[in-house]
Structures are given as C-alpha cells and as structure tokens.
Nanobody
Framework: QVQLVESGGGLVQPGGSLRLSCAAS????????MGWYRQAPGKQREFVAS???????NYGESVKGRFTISRDNAKNTVFLQMNSLKPEDTAVYYC?????????WGQGTQVTVSS
C-alpha cells in the first residue's frame, strides 16, 4: 500500500521561496526514482525534477538554476527547494515515485506565485 503525502505548498510573492516535501510509505528509496511534476491551468503536465538513489538529479529546462531536489533516505522523503519563484511557476505540483514497473502519484499541492 504505497502512499505519497505532500506538504509545503502555498502562496508566495514573486522572487520568494517555498520548500515542498513528499513522504513515501509502504515502499523505500531502494532502486527507485522520485520526482516532481506540475500542471498549470490549461497546460500539459510538465516534468520538474527527479532524483535516484545515488543522488543523481535531473531538472526541467524551465527550473534549472532555481529549483533543487534532494532525498532523505532515513525518512523516505523527497524535497523540492524552489527559489526565485515566478508567476509562471504557479501550478499544482505532484510527487512521483517510480520503482520497478510501478508508478505512484501524490494527490498534488497548489503553489501560487502572485504579488
């Protein structure tokens, strides 16, 4: 029974920062890829960032240099540090866990960047 629990979303001003968290239960970080996707109103789902067990990371082009993904293996948790936020970052952010042939998603958390 894999479950992903997200937290940290909210309202922030342009140029501000937020830190998202996603805790996984019923699984582990072993041989898994964890990441974040987002979807803005009227737009397709967009890849944001991912991280594997060894710590190797990948980022979507639109967030490179501003967002940082990390893992806490002891707590089976993935984080997304978002800096220099822009209004175009406004979206629902979804946590993702991929392990073997299975794919799991969180419920999504709203991030709104507005003055």
């Amino acid at each position: 029974q894999v479950q992903l629990v997200e937290s940290g979303g909210g309202l922030v001003q342009p140029g501000g920062s937020l830190r998202l968290s996603c805790a996984a239960s019923g699984s582990s970080f072993r041989f898994s890829v964890m990441g974040w996707y987002r979807q803005a109103p009227g737009k397709q789902r967009e890849f944001v960032a991912s991280i594997i067990d060894s710590g190797t990371t990948n980022y979507g082009e639109s967030v490179k240099g501003r967002f940082t993904i990390s893992r806490d293996n002891a707590k089976n948790t993935v984080f997304l540090q978002m800096n220099s936020l822009k209004p175009e970052d406004t979206a629902v952010y979804y946590c993702n866990l991929r392990q073997l042939a299975k794919n799991y998603w969180g419920q999504g958390t709203q991030v709104t960047v507005s003055s």
